[in-house]
């Protein structure tokens, strides 16, 4: 079974720009969850999608926004890009990050988009 | 608040057992992941508690106590490729989205390991 894939992996934008990543999920898995990674912050929470509906939220400015289509692929976009979005971006799938928890919630990582803003 | 805190940096010699510590303070907590990452690369899923005591899964044992907040990763047997951050999750209810689950990572604990 092919894992979750991300494209690109790598990116260079400069600030003002907008960006636009990708995400396909192993297949069968709805939930499509980002994370934005830093070596100062860690992995921070941006948002989680199932069945084409953003369930859940992180705090993160309104530029950071997301979708997911009929098929579980999902794209995350960052608008006006600013010098502290330089992230390693991760997206994350699961069959269900529901609310009965169990196994079935245990997400799988992509290898990530690493995004540098100049 | 929710707050997860780990060690930064641990060391440790080849062949010997390393455990490596995360406590918590969350709200709705509905179980707790250990991941493994590599420089450069994805997370990979170690392990999984719910419920109190010890899970264990070959080398990797994890550990839950719920009413004291409080997980470790155990690594026996220590392996020079087992060098990588080690990232304790935290799945809580969000409460205010709809009681749906979503993960808290912790900063992660950076291991090294030494011939």
């Known amino acids: 079974k092919a894992g979750v894939t991300q494209t690109p992996r790598y990116l260079i934008k400069t600030r003002g720009q907008q960006v636009t990543l990708s995400c396909s999920p192993i297949s069968g898995h709805r939930s499509v969850s980002w994370y934005q990674q830093t070596p100062g912050q860690g992995l921070q929470f941006l948002f989680e999608y199932f069945s084409e509906t953003q369930r859940n939220k992180g705090n993160f400015p309104g530029r950071f926004s997301g979708r997911q289509f009929s098929n579980s692929r999902s794209e995350m976009n960052v608008s006006t890009l600013e010098l502290g979005d330089s992230a390693l971006y991760l997206c994350?799938?699961?069959?269900?990050?529901?609310?009965?928890?169990?196994?079935?919630?245990?997400?799988?990582f992509g290898p990530g988009t690493r995004l540098t803003v100049l | 608040g929710q707050n997860i805190d780990q060690p930064t940096e641990m060391t440790a010699t080849e062949g010997a057992i390393v455990q490596i510590n995360c406590t918590y303070q969350?709200?709705?907590?509905?179980?707790l992941f250990w991941y493994q990452q590599h420089a450069g690369e994805a997370p990979t899923f170690l392990s999984y508690n719910v419920l109190d005591g010890l899970e264990e899964k070959g080398r990797f044992s994890s550990f839950l106590s719920r009413s004291k907040g409080y997980s470790y990763l155990l690594l026996k047997e220590l392996q020079m490729k087992d060098s990588a951050s080690y990232l304790c999750a935290v799945r809580v209810v969000a409460m205010f989205s709809g009681g749906y689950n979503k993960l808290i990572f912790g900063a992660g604990t950076r291991l090294a390991v030494h011939p």
């Open positions: 969350t709200s709705g907590f509905n179980g």
């Open positions: 994350a799938s699961s069959l269900e990050l529901g609310k009965a928890g169990g196994r079935t919630d245990t997400q799988y």
